[in-house]
């Protein structure tokens, strides 16, 4: 069945830091790909997303490449923030979510 | 701004009572979704539904069941709720246009907490 596999957290980084968020999806057909942000205390929100192959999501400085040949859609961004603490979920077409990775910036 | 709303923020309840969690969104959207958040499962769906009094379930149906009698409602019933349904509920819609490209939109979610 279809599936995603994200890089298993929780991370923490300083201030600044380069980050990045592995996500690899199973292969079947071309599905769109996203990366969902949830901000402690709410819901999941849209950050970024990709319709097809070699496609680039970008959002409030973070990015991700649609990777069709390593089926990778990793998410970097290259100064973090305080602000920037959240679980990050990559997603696969409409319904599969992977586990979610947990982010804390430390000053 | 699409808006999609739940009925409760916190539940506690008692093992064995019905429970019924609502969902509510305001974009006219097709599609509307149940999930539950679990540390370390991620998000796993419970039931979804692609119109009006139409449902499908997802991948742990078990102990729930779901009814949408109005488009912009989709409500999710634990019929005789257990402790290990104890979690954080999401609901989400998704509209069926082009644009859309499969974006869901999500709820505040309901941490529901079963004793």
């Known amino acids: 069945g279809n599936s995603v596999t994200q890089m298993e957290g929780p991370v923490t980084l300083s201030e600044e830091a380069f980050l990045t968020i592995n996500c690899t999806y199973t292969?079947?057909?071309?599905?769109?790909l996203f990366w969902y942000v949830q901000y402690p205390g709410e819901g999941l929100q849209l950050l970024l997303k990709?319709?097809?192959?070699?496609d680039k999501g970008s959002n409030k400085g973070f990015e991700a490449t649609y990777r069709k040949e390593t089926t990778s859609f990793h998410l970097e961004k290259g100064s973090v923030q305080v602000s920037d603490s959240a679980v990050y979920f990559c997603?696969?077409?409409?319904?599969?979510f992977g586990t979610g990775t947990r982010l804390t910036i430390i000053p | 701004d699409v808006k999609v709303t739940q009925s409760s923020r916190y539940l506690v309840k008692r093992t064995g009572e019905k429970v019924f969690l609502e969902c509510v969104q305001d974009?006219?959207?097709?599609?509307m979704f149940w999930y539950r958040q679990d540390p370390g499962l991620g998000l796993r769906l419970i039931y979804f539904?692609?119109?009006?009094?139409?449902?499908e379930k997802g991948d742990i149906p078990e102990g729930y069941s779901v009814s949408r009698e109005k488009k912009e409602r989709f409500s999710l019933i634990l019929e005789s709720a257990s402790t290990n349904q104890t979690s954080m509920y999401l609901c989400?819609?998704?509209?069926?246009?082009?644009?859309?490209?499969?974006?869901?939109?999500f709820g505040p979610g309901t941490r529901l907490t079963v004793l």
């Open positions: 990709a319709t097809k192959a070699d």
């Open positions: 997603a696969r077409g409409g319904l599969t």
């Open positions: 989400a819609s998704r509209g069926s246009g082009r644009a859309e490209a499969d974006t869901q939109y």
């Open positions: 974009m006219d959207h097709e599609n």
């Open positions: 539904s692609y119109d009006v009094k139409m449902k």
């Open positions: 292969a079947t057909g071309y599905p769109s």
